[in-house]
């Protein structure tokens, strides 16, 4: 007879090596861009009361709303439900569900305008 065979086990909490993986990656991709596309890149995160912060250049990012406005062309405002909107509205990742997160609507990602 197997030693215990209904015992759960309880998985231990790897979120936050997940989420250092995933900046470690988010990183890369991002200093990847700005030197294969000659972009300025600044990416923030906050998790957990910590900030995250990677900016590709010195230059002080992000620019304020007003900075925003006052720049041609316009920025391009993509939220997380776009992104999903895109994804087919997939709610798993890598075959796990997602937890239900409130998501910020703002003016939606169109997509490239056709010329």
Known sequence: MAANENTCVKKRDRS????????????NNGLNIY???????????RRKGKKYEFK?????LPLSEQEKNE????????????????????????GRRSPERPVLI????QGPEAP
């Open 16 to 27: 936050n090596e997940n989420f250092k993986k995933k900046w470690s990656t988010l990183k």
């Open 35 to 45: 030197q294969i596309y000659n972009a300025e890149v600044y990416i923030c995160i």
């Open 56 to 60: 590709s250049t010195d230059r002080a």
């Open 71 to 94: 720049s041609f062309p316009l920025p391009v405002l993509a939220t997380a439900a776009d992104v999903a909107r895109q994804r087919g509205n997939q709610s798993s990742v890598k």
């Open 106 to 109: 703002g003016t939606h990602y």
